[in-house]
């Protein structure tokens, strides 16, 4: 197992968290690294497991400190991803998914070349609209800001390895999840690939020596 960043963007309310949510309780080779933010928690967000709430300035000390792998400013707070993070998941052999905005991710794959990107997409923008107002965790000003924040978000979709449409979640996380099954199996992944072809390869050419007419 070669385990590999996979990055999850789609403009605010397209459902990303939800599908990240969804594989780690049901893929176990998938782990989630918490970014930082200076957003203020939401009702029920606990630091160190939602996100690692910071200050400002701790965030600023951290970014100096050259903590992060990529840091972006998104709807008027920073957030960022710890390199110590995508470490500690890919060393327990788990894929890290990663919920991030399409600044972010931009940074990320320069950093990590064999990070996969995958764009969730809105099957309307009706639909977008609904779920994120469904969501209520926005106030007026806020629900603005994201709803321009979508708009600058799409026009990165075609920057993406993989675009899925999350028109039903069980759909869209199946999706998602073949994507990450399709990649596993990428020949550069494959571990020791040109030692498996070797011994298959010297057991049937004794094969072959054996049966040939002497
Ligand atoms: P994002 O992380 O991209 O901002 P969320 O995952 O928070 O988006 O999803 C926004 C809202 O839409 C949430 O209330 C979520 O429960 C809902 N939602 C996400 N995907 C679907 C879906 N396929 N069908 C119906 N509701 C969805
Ligand atoms: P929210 O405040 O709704 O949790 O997240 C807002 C936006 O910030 C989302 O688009 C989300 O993908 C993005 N985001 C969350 N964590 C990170 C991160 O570590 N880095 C970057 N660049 N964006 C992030």
Redesign the pocket.
Known sequence: MNPFPLIL?AP?GGG?TTIARRLLEWRPDVGYSI?C?T?KPRAGETTGRDYFFLTSEEFRERRERGEFA???E??GHW???LRSEIERVLADGQHVIM???V??AAQLARAYPHAVLVFVLPPSADVLLARLRARKTEDRASLARRMMSALEELRHAEDYHYVVVNDDLDRAVARVSAVIDAETSRRERVHNLEEQVRSLTERLEREVDNNSPK
């Open positions: 963007s605010s990303k970014s933010t957003r990529e840091c972006a998104v709807h957030y960022g991803t919920d991030i905005d600044q972010g």
